[in-house]
């Protein structure tokens, strides 16, 4: 049974990532990975973290995507920095990857300032999406997510949880959105794991720092613990608050 139940597991992984290749091909602004390959089959003890029983047959895949030129942590410190029309740019650009991924039936899962990658003239390019880290983590044992994330968390508070769902939903890609949101226009990430875990607690949280009205709306609903809206709802927000210049449309078609 154990062996049927990795069987089923690693047909799953190779489906996803055959997915996440296809994307690649028609969504110019995400860039999962170029190429995969399946390497040989190895005899150890593997941690239950990931579903298995010790002592399995595992296989390791290797995966090579582009370079990129930066990603938006790196860009956010380092001069000249960004204006505020870029910054509505990259926010712009950023939305709009997220939601054709949605699009698509499929999330981001991963999404963090250092997951934005930018081109030279500061196109965004979506990478490493979620298909080898947890979806659910414990909210008691910190080390589990160290192993997988950076320090400044992005993920939404119901990924802690002891639920055995095998989704991540566009609502956690929302909250990821909205913390990037934060520290694309303040200059400093908004949580890391305490702070988020107390958030998931007392629902409180300052984004006093944001001085736009509208983006500072934009974000408090990101977060919010119940009822996100779609990507294309807060991208409508946004447009009818005129956050974003006539341009960008144009620009990102050629992007």
Same mark, same amino acid.
């Given at each position: 049974?154990?062996?049927?139940?990795?069987?089923?597991?690693?047909?799953?992984?190779?489906?996803?990532?055959?997915?996440?290749?296809?994307?690649?091909?028609?969504?110019?602004?995400?860039?999962?990975?170029?190429?995969?390959?399946?390497?040989?089959?190895?005899?150890?003890?593997?941690?239950?973290?990931?579903?298995?029983?010790?002592?399995?047959?595992?296989?390791?895949?290797?995966?090579?995507?582009?370079?990129?030129?930066?990603?938006?942590?790196?860009?956010?410190?380092?001069?000249?920095?960004?204006?505020?029309?870029?910054? &509505?740019?990259?926010?712009?650009? %950023? /939305?709009?990857?997220?939601?054709? @991924?949605?699009?698509?039936? +499929?999330?981001?899962?991963? *999404?963090?300032?250092?997951?934005?990658?930018?081109?030279?003239?500061?196109?965004?390019?979506?990478?490493?999406?979620?298909?080898?880290?947890?979806?659910?983590?414990?909210?008691?044992?910190?080390?589990?997510?160290?192993?997988?994330?950076?320090?400044?968390?992005?993920?939404?508070?119901?990924?802690?949880?002891?639920?055995?769902?095998?989704?991540?939903?566009?609502?956690?890609?929302?909250?990821?959105?909205?913390?990037?949101?934060?520290? &694309?226009?303040?200059?400093?990430? %908004? /949580?890391?794991?305490?702070?988020? @875990?107390?958030?998931?607690? +007392?629902?409180?949280?300052? *984004?006093?720092?944001?001085?736009?009205?509208?983006?500072?709306?934009?974000?408090?609903?990101?977060?919010?613990?119940?009822?996100?809206?779609?990507?294309?709802?807060?991208?409508?927000?946004?447009?009818?608050?005129?956050?974003?210049?006539?341009?960008?449309?144009?620009?990102?078609?050629?992007?």
């Amino acid at each position: 049974e154990t062996n049927n139940n990795n069987n089923n597991w690693y047909e799953q992984q190779v489906a996803e990532l055959e997915q996440l290749q296809q994307l690649n091909a028609h969504l110019p602004h995400v860039s999962a990975f170029s190429f995969w390959k399946k390497g040989e089959t190895i005899h150890k003890p593997i941690s239950r973290d990931l579903g298995f029983a010790n002592n399995v047959s595992v296989r390791p895949v290797y995966f090579v995507r582009p370079l990129h030129y930066t990603t938006l942590l790196d860009r956010l410190a380092s001069r000249p920095w960004l204006t505020e029309s870029e910054k &509505l740019w990259i926010l712009f650009q %950023l /939305l709009h990857a997220l939601q054709s @991924l949605h699009d698509n039936h +499929t999330t981001h899962g991963n *999404l963090s300032t250092s997951n934005v990658a930018l081109t030279s003239t500061n196109f965004v390019i979506l990478t490493d999406l979620l298909f080898y880290k947890p979806i659910t983590l414990s909210d008691n044992d910190p080390s589990q997510y160290h192993s997988y994330f950076p320090s400044s968390c992005y993920l939404a508070p119901e990924r802690f949880s002891f639920t055995t769902t095998t989704t991540i939903s566009p609502s956690a890609d929302a909250f990821a959105a909205g913390c990037i949101l934060y520290e &694309l226009f303040v200059g400093e990430a %908004l /949580l890391d794991l305490g702070k988020l @875990l107390e958030y998931s607690k +007392t629902n409180r949280i300052h *984004l006093g720092k944001i001085e736009s009205s509208a983006l500072r709306a934009c974000a408090k609903h990101m977060l919010s613990s119940n009822n996100r809206l779609s990507i294309q709802s807060y991208l409508e927000r946004l447009h009818e608050n005129d956050m974003f210049a006539d341009s960008f449309g144009k620009l990102y078609q050629i992007a």
